[in-house]
């Protein structure tokens, strides 16, 4: 989820209509309670689109298809649509609408085999310096395109390479100017035979503690496929990532910027939040504002079943 996740409000103007022929009779605004009883929550074990790896989930987590992950992403945390996901995996004794809620977004990056030579000589103080040199750019083209600039305040968690499992671990502490929290990023890259499984927690940075304890479990209990797996790698045929582990960490802002490295931008960045048509405004600004106050309500819009419609 950034999802303190700072995401971008489809700002519905309501009272743009006085010119407008009148408007058909929209659809009955949903409860987050019939909101979250419309999507599947998915058990046990999960084979991802592709059939590139499987998700083992123990009783602790449920997983959201890349269909209903939208839904959530879009119409329950209030994020810009046109993300594509392998899902989304979430805890399963908290509602991912509670101030506890929170979720991987899961997604693949088929660049070719990332070569890990590099893992053991990387100065993450380095570059972290980089990276946050790099936000400065970044942030002229957030404020160009309306959003507010976003800073890295620093590693809520060093980067860490495991040589033996081929997955890497790290986590941000993000500030999002005019927000009083910041927020949390936890990242882990699973290498693979031609692209790397992306799996990236978005949580309130008070979360930290729990977060990295859960994503040890969800860390063990993903894996590629036979036939995708990091050492399934043929160097005869397959094709080398034109960057190693330094930029999989530096990723998010740098050129090659994905989907996610956008969505957590957005997702720490703004006040404004699709209400799911009741009192659950209080709830959800605290989730994702720890404490800090709207200056104005958002107003409560009803749920689509297809966004994109």
């Not at 649509?81 to 899961?106: C, F, Q, R, Y």
């Not at 048509?277 to 689509?304: H, T, Y």
Request: proline content about 6%.
């Amino acid at each position: 989820m950034q999802r303190l996740l700072l995401a971008v409000m489809l700002c519905l103007t309501l009272g743009a209509y006085a010119a407008e022929p009148p408007a058909a009779p929209k659809e009955p605004q949903q409860t987050a309670e019939q909101f979250l009883a419309s999507l599947d929550f998915q058990k046990g074990r999960i084979t991802l689109p592709g059939n590139i790896a499987t998700l083992d989930l123990p009783p602790a987590f449920r997983y959201l298809a890349p269909a209903d992950t939208a839904r959530l992403l879009e119409q329950g945390w209030g994020n810009p649509p046109g993300g594509a996901t392998l899902g989304m995996i979430v805890p399963a004794e908290v509602s991912p609408l509670s101030e506890e809620g929170w979720g991987v977004v899961v997604t693949y990056d088929k660049d070719g085999h990332v070569k890990d030579d590099d893992a053991d000589s990387i100065d993450y103080a380095d570059l972290l310096k980089e990276i946050q040199e790099g936000m400065v750019e970044d942030n002229k083209a957030r404020k160009e395109q309306g959003y507010p600039a976003m800073t890295i305040v620093g590693w809520a968690e060093k980067p860490h390479y495991d040589k033996a499992q081929h997955k890497l671990y790290w986590a941000k502490e993000l500030h999002t100017e005019g927000s009083d929290a910041n927020g949390l990023n936890y990242n882990i890259r699973v290498l693979g035979r031609e692209g790397v499984l992306v799996l990236n927690a978005v949580a309130g940075l008070d979360q930290l503690a729990k977060v990295r304890t859960e994503m040890q479990q969800v860390t063990a209990f993903t894996n590629f496929n036979p036939g995708h797996r990091y050492a399934d790698f043929n160097a005869q045929t397959d094709k080398v990532a034109e960057y190693g582990i330094a930029a999989l960490v530096a990723g998010g802002v740098a050129a090659k910027l994905g989907f996610f490295g956008k969505l957590v931008a957005l997702l720490v960045a703004f006040k404004k939040l699709i209400i799911l048509g009741f009192a659950a405004l209080a709830s959800l600004l605290w989730k994702f504002f720890k404490r800090e106050k709207p200056a104005a309500p958002a107003p409560a819009v009803s749920l689509e079943k297809d966004p994109h419609a």
